[in-house]
């Protein structure tokens, strides 16, 4: 299994401001993806962050709203740019070792409230 | 429409007590479906994943079940404890892609003492 760890934990922020988000995994995984899971909610998946290229948006999801790096085969970071009382949400990291994998783990999650 | 329900939204049961959460999928095709627990503020965990070919898996006082012809997964957890409060979400996988998961919006369980 794999070991995911997410700063910061949870935050509060004001809106129109930014928040990075970081995903630290103790192995090297193939693929890497950020969720938001908003209250109540199931999660959706924002993006898939590839390693060397940039990330691959769902639908309803931009870079301008959500950039993500990925320098690494353990790391990752999503930001949530320009945020409103919207973006409240958890935010969650995940990892499966790629192709064929049956397996995905998440992170502990970030939870983002904007006031 | 790829989708994925589950049923009842909340269930509140006494300790030691038995339970059965429900999920129908109309993901298609399909390739597996895994039950997580998330306890609140955390990440879902991975109880059972199951593929076509299997009807039932155990994980300790967790047992799903899969119907793959009616679409149908149960998970039914054994004496209950406090520890099991939390909610649990089936997600379904197609056959292809990369990330191709469909999230049901998870059933809360409550278990009082």
């Known amino acids: 299994s794999a070991v995911i760890s997410q700063k910061p934990s949870r935050d509060i922020c004001q809106r129109g401001t930014s928040l990075t988000i970081q995903c630290q995994v103790d192995s090297q995984v193939t693929m890497m993806f950020w969720y938001r899971q908003q209250p109540g909610q199931s999660l959706t998946l924002i993006a898939t962050?590839?390693?060397?290229?940039?990330?691959t948006y769902e639908s309803g999801f931009v870079i301008d709203k959500f950039p993500i790096s990925r320098p690494n085969l353990t790391f990752s970071t999503l930001t949530v740019s320009n945020m409103s009382p919207e973006d409240s949400s958890i935010y969650l990291c995940?990892?499966?070792w790629g192709w064929g994998s049956d397996e995905q783990f998440f992170g502990p999650g970030t939870r983002l409230t904007v006031l | 429409k790829n989708q994925v329900e589950q049923s009842p939204q909340s269930l509140i049961i006494l300790e030691g007590k038995n339970c059965t959460l429900q999920?129908?999928?109309?993901?298609?095709?399909?390739?597996?479906l895994r039950w997580y627990k998330q306890d609140t503020g955390r990440g879902p965990v991975s109880l059972t994943i199951?593929?076509?070919?299997?009807n039932t898996k155990s994980n300790g006082r967790y047992t799903a079940t899969l119907d793959a012809d009616t679409k149908q997964s149960s998970l039914h957890i054994t004496a209950s404890q406090l520890s099991d409060s939390a909610s649990y979400i089936c997600v379904v996988s197609l056959e292809t892609g990369a990330n191709n998961l469909f999230f049901g919006t998870g059933t809360r369980l409550t278990v009082i003492p």
């Open positions: 995940s990892v499966d």
């Open positions: 999920c129908n999928y109309t993901v298609s095709p399909f390739s597996n």
């Open positions: 962050a590839n390693q060397g290229s940039e990330a």
């Open positions: 199951m593929t076509f070919s299997e």
